[in-house]
């Protein structure tokens, strides 16, 4: 008869990350070696998930060790921004528990200030807008616990047309840190042919020159593949154009990003989940993906006036765990097949030996997508010859999100 034996194996469970519930489930029974990622020390074995490039984003503020969360007030808003709404939001990001899911960014865009620069050569806040002025703001949102984030633009002027910060580097840098601000997104228009590399430096030392910790985002848009330089200027870059809260440029974003998944802090944009122009499931594949390429989590809807959908999505604490994991390497695209591939498999690595694996349904049909959790492992462990395949059933523009967790496990003989 069969007897357990003091032998122990390892065996890789499936922790299904869903929006109501977990679940688990036993898929394999194998031998690992030590996971090539845990603690930074090892380099990556195989190329598709290749860190040779990655590092814990050099700007040196020690900020964005893990992807920035918050809100930003563009994708909702656009110009029609002023204190109160900003007040409102902050007040909303306590009473919702988003800020204590670490949604702790408030961040005007683009319009908070006059057309013109004052005769001192400073930038003016909107007097209509903000009345009282971005320092009391800043005040305010300090208050709530919260940090408050400004725009400006490497160029002559931003796209709204308001004084950028080309060649004003450091008076902007200075007055930004004279009012408390905490993050700053940079912008790329107007930018009168010089060449990024050169535009965006001149801001990273400004801001260091202050004294404040200050969040640097390049928002270069990709033109010039940030990631292969803005690893030393800035806390997080820019690898797409804007967003926009459709299904086609989403997924678009998603696969121009996963290109530079062998690097630390690229930027697909803010998120669009609740602004109207998705379905549910989509905006949940939409928040899935961007928590597992490590992107930014930074809400660009009404929060003040959420759906009960979109709270659902956006105070996932398991998916957004995932993006928040100290690891802090992006997943990717590992696998499609079916329809134009439109049967997608992404994964990436996760703390504990862990890996995050995502089913992502991109036809027009439900579907049964398949992944071979052999191949897939062979790619981070490759030293099983096991070859395990598990499906999900993913509704139309869905996604399922799964954790492979290695547990300790007596092998029967």
Not at 361 to 378: L, Y
């Amino acid at each position: 008869m069969a007897k357990i034996t003091a032998n122990h194996v390892r065996v890789s469970i499936l922790t299904v990350i869903l929006y109501a519930y977990v679940t688990v489930v036993a898929v394999t029974a194998r031998v690992l070696p030590s996971h090539p990622y845990v603690n930074g020390q090892e380099k990556p074995i195989a190329k598709i998930y290749d860190t040779s490039k990655y590092g814990i984003l050099q700007l040196g503020n020690g900020l964005a060790t893990t992807p920035q969360m918050g809100w930003n007030s563009w994708n909702f808003f656009r110009c029609n921004i002023d204190e109160n709404v900003i007040k409102e939001t902050a007040d909303a990001l306590i009473t919702t528990g988003l800020a204590k899911l670490g949604y702790n960014y408030v961040n005007l865009d683009d319009c908070w200030s006059e057309p013109d620069r004052n005769s001192e050569g400073k930038m003016v806040p909107d007097s209509k807008a903000f009345p009282s002025g971005v320092k009391a703001l800043a005040d305010y949102v300090h208050s709530k616990g919260l940090k408050l984030g400004i725009y400006s633009d490497a160029g002559l002027y931003t796209c709204q047309i308001r004084p950028g910060s080309l060649k004003h580097e450091y008076d902007d840098a200075a007055l930004f840190a004279s009012w408390g601000i905490d993050y700053l997104k940079y912008d790329n228009c107007f930018n009168m042919g010089i060449e990024p590399e050169e535009r965006y430096p001149p801001m990273r030392d400004a801001l260091n020159s202050t004294g404040r910790t200050i969040f640097y985002s390049l928002c270069e848009w990709g033109v010039h593949d940030p990631a292969l330089w803005a690893g030393k200027i800035g806390n997080s870059w820019r690898t797409t154009d804007d967003i926009e809260d459709t299904w086609e440029s989403m997924t678009t974003i998603a696969d121009i990003n996963n290109k530079w998944a062998a690097y630390a802090g690229p930027d697909p944009d803010m998120l669009e989940v609740g602004n109207g122009g998705m379905t549910y499931q989509e905006y949940r594949a939409h928040f899935s993906i961007w928590a597992l390429m490590k992107a930014p989590l930074v809400i660009g809807c009404d929060v003040r006036n959420m759906t009960a959908e979109t709270y659902e999505i956006l105070t996932n604490e398991e998916v957004i765990a995932v993006n928040q994991d100290p690891l802090g390497v992006q997943g990717r695209k590992v696998d499609t097949y079916g329809p134009d591939g439109c049967y997608q498999i992404w994964a990436g690595p996760l703390t504990e030996q862990r890996t995050v694996v995502a089913f992502w349904n991109r036809c027009s049909k439900p579907a049964t997508i398949t992944a071979n959790w052999g191949a897939i492992d062979s790619i981070l462990l490759p030293v099983s010859p096991l070859k395990i395949y598990g499906s999900a059933q993913v509704d139309a523009h869905a996604c399922e999100m799964y954790i492979l967790t290695p547990v300790i496990a007596r092998s029967a003989t």
